[in-house]
């Protein structure tokens, strides 16, 4: 189709498509006019109730001139094919605005558009025209706010039965948006588009259709003809309390008991009362108790959002989201309660929180009593060294003495503990890490070694004045001897040797007493043979050399 040219007007580009046609976007090849045209399927050119349905379309919108119904220029029936050729209309179909740009209108938006619609209606029913297909998807909303009705196919004109191509206990129209009397087959007049405008006007102030979700035509049917549609405050608390009764009015199951024309409507959403009017019977659930049930949704709706968001906040505290269990629990049970955005919206955070926290919860609690960082099988909680691996309360201990290494002096050898882990094997209380004789016992103040007892006499060197002669504790461990200092015959040895000190003076006189010139002991000179020797006076000694501590004989 793209190229072709229709009563002048060559087809740019495809708008969009329907059940029985497709719409294209057209410009006039001499002027500067854009222009919409409807084309019929070609395989229903052959379908002669469609094409009657075609023209009955071109009929009614030719019969129709209103700002806010979209108006046809010229209608061209060839061996081409049948096109309808109709004013171009930039927007955007007023079920996309909602679920797109507003979501549930607030009333400042909502009402003027409808006011455009009802106006639009009350106009086209005046000249006796019934769209019967009202619906979201057939008005459009300009970039202005304008709006703009569209598709007349299955519109009839009453009293014309030329025109009236459904017979009675034929349904037409989108199932969501039809009267009950249009469910049923009954015959319809106006006031059926006036229910299908109600629906039209719910879906704007709540933001969905009150039928949504609902997967049979038969569960449609039935709740259309016998069940009262949900309290719009319910779905969306931000709906204006005067709405409500409009709404249920216009929704009544009794045609009767509806508005009797738009204009009757308009008036009504003018004077934001339905004053003056008989109370309409019961279409909306509690209808008669809108202010309190309205009220206690509310509450329920904010009380299940508020504590929700608090849910959530709490559930990422560890130790404390406890606290968002309980919070959680109360959004998602009043969340329950309601039926409005607020209440669905609080439902899910308490869900939410609800997962976290409890995901939250056990991972704390596996952190605190599970979680062995090093891998030792010491969880972290009862280990004192978390991050090093061993065997000891979680530490390592590599001589296995029981003495972690940390506290361990001597971290590869097994000791005692009371000896910072070090071993003492003689037992002298210096550990053998310090200690110069390990096997032997020995002060500490000399390593850890025995004082040496040269003579063997049981007094160290160091204590022992005579260290190399084996003497009596009581004479400082020199021997107790009377020793025979006298002669017999001048020029004659003594009976006992006396030992030889380099230090003593060489005279050749008998019994003189000298001293060592270096230690200033006391010594006897003596004759013999051999020399001159000295011993220290009342002692002897045994052989060794004079080193001026000790005189010995040679």
């Given at each position: 189709m793209i190229g072709k040219i229709i009563s002048n007007y060559e087809i740019k580009?495809?708008?969009?498509?329907?059940?029985?046609?497709?719409?294209?976007?057209?410009?006039?090849?001499?002027?500067?006019?854009?222009?919409?045209?409807?084309?019929?399927?070609?395989?229903?050119?052959?379908?002669?109730?469609?094409?009657l349905r075609f023209r009955n379309e071109a009929s009614m919108m030719a019969h129709l001139q209103h700002p806010n119904i979209v108006s046809l220029f010229d209608y061209v029936e060839d061996d081409s094919g049948m096109y309808l050729i109709m004013e171009f209309v930039e927007g955007t179909p007023l079920d996309e605005y909602i679920a797109r740009v507003t979501g549930p209108m607030p009333e400042m938006k909502a009402v003027p558009i409808m006011k455009q619609i009802l106006d639009a209606f009350d106009y086209a029913h005046s000249q006796k025209v019934v769209h019967r297909d009202i619906k979201p998807a057939n008005i459009i909303v300009g970039s202005e706010g304008k709006v703009k009705i569209l598709d007349f196919g299955i519109a009839r004109i009453i009293g014309e039965g030329g025109h009236n191509l459904t017979k009675t206990g034929t349904q037409m129209g989108t199932v969501f948006y039809m009267s009950p009397e249009q469910v049923q087959g009954k015959k319809v007049d106006h006031r059926s588009d006036i229910y299908s405008l109600g629906v039209t006007f719910y879906q704007m102030v709540t933001g969905i259709n009150p039928y949504k979700g609902i997967t049979t035509e038969y569960e449609v049917y039935n709740k259309i003809v016998n069940d009262t549609l949900p309290n719009p405050k319910e779905i969306y608390p931000g709906v204006p309390d005067y709405l409500i009764p409009i709404i249920s009015k216009a929704l009544n199951k009794n045609a009767e008991d509806r508005f009797s024309d738009c204009k009757e409507f308009l008036q009504a959403l003018e004077n934001r009362t339905l004053a003056g009017y008989s109370k309409p019977k019961q279409s909306i659930a509690n209808s008669s108790k809108i202010s309190s049930s309205s009220n206690s949704s509310d509450n329920s709706g904010t009380g299940a959002l508020v504590l929700g968001i608090l849910a959530l906040i709490f559930s990422f505290v560890p130790f404390v989201n406890f606290i968002s269990l309980v919070l959680g629990v109360i959004a998602v049970i009043l969340g329950n309660k309601g039926k409005s955005s607020q209440s669905n919206a609080g439902k899910v955070l308490g869900v939410i929180a609800l997962i976290i926290s409890v995901v939250i919860l056990f991972t704390s609690f596996y952190l605190i009593y599970f979680k062995d960082t090093d891998g030792d099988g010491v969880a972290d909680k009862h280990d004192e060294c978390p991050w090093v691996k061993g065997t000891l309360r979680g530490c390592p201990d590599s001589d296995n003495d029981g003495v972690k290494n940390s506290e361990d002096a001597c971290p590869y050898l097994a000791g005692e503990k009371s000896h910072f882990g070090c071993p003492d094997s003689d037992g002298d209380g210096v550990y053998d890490n310090q200690d110069e004789c390990a096997n032997e016992e020995g002060p500490n103040e000399n390593n850890g070694c025995p004082w040496p007892d040269s003579d063997y006499d049981g007094i160290p060197d160091k204590d022992d004045q005579c260290p190399y002669e084996s003497g009596l504790i009581d004479n400082n461990g020199c021997p107790n001897q009377d020793i025979d200092y006298g002669y017999e015959n001048e020029g004659e040895s003594y009976t006992t040797y006396c030992p030889f000190c380099s230090a003593v003076w060489y005279l050749d006189e008998y019994d003189k007493m000298w001293q060592c010139s270096n230690c200033y002991k006391d010594f006897f000179n003596c004759y013999k043979s051999n020399g001159e020797y000295g011993a220290i006076k009342g002692n002897w000694v045994g052989d060794g050399g004079c080193d001026c501590n000790n005189c010995t004989d040679e």
């Open positions: 580009s495809l708008i969009g498509e329907g059940g029985m046609g497709s719409v294209y976007l057209a410009h006039h090849t001499q002027v500067s006019r854009r222009v919409a045209i409807k084309v019929l399927l070609p395989q229903y050119l052959k379908n002669q109730e469609i094409r």
